[in-house]
């Protein structure tokens, strides 16, 4: 059991009670972020905070220069002693400092976050028939990091996210873009909103963390759909996600040519506002100018 939550016991002659404080799950009025796992980073979006990223190619070059080194001692651990005493050394290496990228990665999140929705990812339906695809999956640091972040925030503060369609639905009109193909750019071809692949994840999975979400089978196909009552998920999109992406600044100044026309071109003026990356210097991941 966490220890978040948990008051000061009080002892009496016949009990001790345990006092347990029930919140909202922002911790010192904190926002509430939901994020999305990649292979190289970590995409975070509320409508206060805006989009953060957390840049993750530093823990994922732990995995691949230790890959490099264990293969080559590989083939000789089965026959010799010394070998395995190596590879046993690679790999507990390999594992220490992964984990010291893991609690870093975690203390930024944390200290953005009151509560925190992650997606519900298992590595298991992953695997494809690439080899260097399955490596990478299976090299990923998702689940290790979750499980820090929920030791630190307790089960009230980290809730799983069904993570089906967070990428290919469109998160301003819900439509499916089933052509993405590894592309970073997401395009909607029902409003014509071109953003970043992973900051439109990132705004699904808000919606699920924040409305709720229900899970139906259209034809034999799954279906995630955000719970959002008495408004319409455009409308909302309109007025709480543009603002917090372009920090107010909606209007351009000149003459619309199409309802749509100020979504078209968002993946080229849209930016992170808060990006941390690892600073060898510092030994730690600070947030740097974007």
């Not at 640091?141 to 929920?150: T, V």
Request: charged share 30%; with cysteine.
């Amino acid at each position: 059991m966490s220890s978040v939550g948990l008051g000061e016991p009080i002892i009496t002659l016949e009990k001790v009670h345990l006092p347990v404080h029930y919140g909202d799950g922002n911790q010192g009025g904190k926002p509430s972020v939901a994020w999305d796992f990649n292979l190289l980073s970590l995409d975070g979006y509320s409508p206060e905070t805006g989009w953060v990223r957390v840049d993750t190619k530093k823990l994922a070059s732990v995995h691949i220069s230790s890959f490099e080194k264990r293969r080559s001692v590989q083939r000789k651990a089965s026959r010799s002693k010394k070998a395995k005493r190596v590879l046993s050394k690679y790999s507990k290496r390999e594992r220490n400092r992964a984990r010291k990228h893991q609690l870093e990665i975690a203390r930024v999140v944390q200290s953005l976050c009151g509560s925190v929705g992650l997606e519900e990812l298992r590595k298991q339906g992953m695997f494809t028939h690439s080899r260097i695809w399955n490596r990478r999956i299976s090299r990923s640091d998702w689940r290790g990091i979750a499980k820090i972040l929920e030791g630190r925030l307790g089960e009230a503060g980290v809730k799983e996210l069904d993570s089906y369609g967070s990428s290919s639905y469109c998160s301003r009109c819900g439509w499916e873009n089933k052509d993405l193909n590894g592309a970073d750019i997401f395009v909607c071809g029902g409003c014509g909103l071109r953003i970043n692949r992973q900051l439109n994840a990132a705004i699904n999975l808000y919606m699920r963390l924040t409305f709720g979400y229900t899970t139906n089978w259209e034809d034999g196909k799954k279906r995630v759909e955000p719970k959002m009552e008495g408004t319409s998920q455009r409308e909302w999109w309109e007025r709480v996600v543009l603002p917090s992406l372009l920090g107010g600044c909606v209007l351009t100044g000149g003459k619309l040519k199409t309802p749509n026309e100020l979504v078209r071109e968002l993946h080229e003026v849209v930016k992170p506002k808060l990006y941390y990356a690892y600073d060898r210097h510092a030994d730690a991941y600070l947030c740097i100018p974007t």
